[in-house]
Nanobody
Framework: VQLVESGGGLVQPGGSLRLSCAASGFTFSSYGMRWYRQSPGEERELVAAITNTGGSTNYADYVKGRFAISRDNAKNTVYLQMNSLKPEDTAVYYC?????????WGKGTLVTVSS
């Protein structure tokens, strides 16, 4: 199982970014996917989740209405559209799945929100 995140970078407050996570090594369309984030000195926290079909999504309260998770099962990719970004959204964002009885993580992509 391999998860590779991309799309992070430096953005001004109020801006937008779209993160991507390319998955391989497992039957992507059979598993739910999640985005987590971790800020320096903080615990890793769940940001958003999506079911295997994309039919249901869930969000942390602090991103509701600003972030949107989606997936393209034909491309084995999950996305996180982030709008109205705030400085407190600065973190390393990780892609995650629970498959074959284990959690799998990507290496993360850094998002920095700063003027």
């Amino acid at each position: 199982v391999q998860l590779v995140e991309s799309g992070g970078g430096l953005v001004q407050p109020g801006g937008s970014l779209r993160l991507s996570c390319a998955a391989s090594g497992f039957t992507f369309s059979s598993y739910g996917m999640r985005w987590y984030r971790q800020s320096p000195g903080e615990e890793r926290e769940l940001v958003a989740a999506i079911t295997n079909t994309g039919g249901s999504t869930n969000y942390a309260d602090y991103v509701k209405g600003r972030f949107a998770i989606s997936r393209d099962n034909a491309k084995n990719t999950v996305y996180l559209q982030m709008n109205s970004l705030k400085p407190e959204d600065t973190a390393v964002y990780y892609c995650n799945t629970f498959a074959y009885g284990m959690h799998y993580w990507g290496k993360g992509t850094l998002v920095t929100v700063s003027s």
